[in-house]
């Protein structure tokens, strides 16, 4: 397979919203078949016996299907990626990062994505079994959770820019 049909290419639903990534191989094939249009394109066109298409990035289906959104999983690495592995409390981005339980384990604080953050080993040693208020620390933002639509930024982690105002819908 030609590398061009391998690069990734964002699904948008009939109504805009972001569904999934698959190979420009299959949008291509949704595309002449009326299945799908192209919304924003590579700079490259795909040659096949009968046709020239132009090699699509974005591509939007013509029918609105009916798909749940899968969650996304509460996961340490997906705590660090929702928090751009940035320490949520001094702001650092220089690693390792941890998960840290804003409210501890100690005091019943859950593993849930609304009380994990991402947090250097200096912030997360210094807080210990404590609450920020009570170690003195504050959060950059509330801990939430991730939309649906961030499954897909975590996972093909956005080969093109092109992307992103697609997906901007759904981030925090
Ligand atoms: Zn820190």
Redesign the pocket.
Known sequence: MSPLLQKKVLVLNQNYEPLSVCRAQRAVVMVVLGKAEIVERYDSEVHSVSCVVPLPSVVRLSVYIHAPQKRVALTRRNVLRRDSYR?Q??G?RRGPMTTDHVVPRSARGRDTWTNLVC??V??NNRKGNRTPEQAGLSLARPPRRPHPFTRITYFASVPDQRWRPYLLVGRF
């Open positions: 320490c409390y001094c650092t947090a250097c200096r912030c």
